[in-house]
């Protein structure tokens, strides 16, 4: 199975992706900014970073890049995307996901391995994983708090879409200790936490974000079948 990683101006860790896409069986596809072609792959992941230097507002200009074109066509097609810090709020700005990603509301950049719940496993990127389980993956941004108004909020927790949440604290202010969320069809996720930096034992707090990666294999081979 072939998942794209693409990598705009200012991406921090599209590298990382790749290799975590790797390490859980598929098959890297590096995919540019400014091309409007995703080159065959079956999901699409937005990494973390500072596209286009965080410019006007986190993923405001990102969203505009003709790569973006082809990947909300394909995410309204049923492709699997998954967006992480950065991607999230790039997803946001898409409109492939709602609400928005705002500056901490200690007005400080936070980096800190985080422990999450899982709360949705029946998204494209979340089948590995069991409902209620507590993982950790690292955390890292400055514009991380999650906001929606008090309607949107209330669909997202009665339809089942909020698919992560903060444990032991909430780090950046994000309204009901909301880490990541879905669209309605669960093939597009967005969190601020970092899955990428915890696939291997050496490096991170644990294995506990390869669970992302080895869900969308799985759901890709039994699309398949």
Request: a negative charge.
């Amino acid at each position: 199975m072939k998942v794209g990683v693409v990598t705009f101006p200012g991406s921090l860790d599209d590298g990382d992706a790749r290799r975590a896409v790797t390490l859980a069986g598929g098959e890297a596809v590096a995919l540019w900014h400014a091309d409007a072609d995703l080159r065959g792959v079956d999901a699409v992941v937005l990494p973390g970073g500072f596209s286009y230097g965080d410019y006007l507002r986190c993923g405001a200009i990102a969203r505009f890049a003709p790569v973006m074109t082809e990947v909300v066509r394909a995410a309204e097609g049923g492709m699997p995307v998954l967006g992480i810090c950065n991607g999230f709020q790039v997803l946001c700005e898409s409109h492939l996901l709602p609400g928005a990603l705002v500056r901490n509301d200690h007005q400080k950049f936070v980096c800190k391995d985080q422990r999450l719940r899982v709360e949705q496993t029946g998204t494209a990127w979340t089948s590995s994983f069991t409902a209620g389980q507590e993982i950790t993956v690292p955390l890292k941004n400055g514009e991380g708090g999650f906001v929606a108004d008090t309607a949107t909020l209330d669909r997202l927790e009665g339809e089942g879409r909020v698919v992560f949440r903060y444990l032991d604290g909430n780090p950046n202010g994000s309204l009901r200790d909301i880490a990541g969320i879905s669209n309605d069809r669960g093939n597009v996720v967005g969190l601020m936490p970092h899955p990428e930096h915890a696939v291997e034992e050496l490096f991170g707090p644990g294995l506990d974000g390869l669970g992302l990666f080895t869900s969308v294999l799985s759901a890709g081979l039994e699309a398949i079948a």
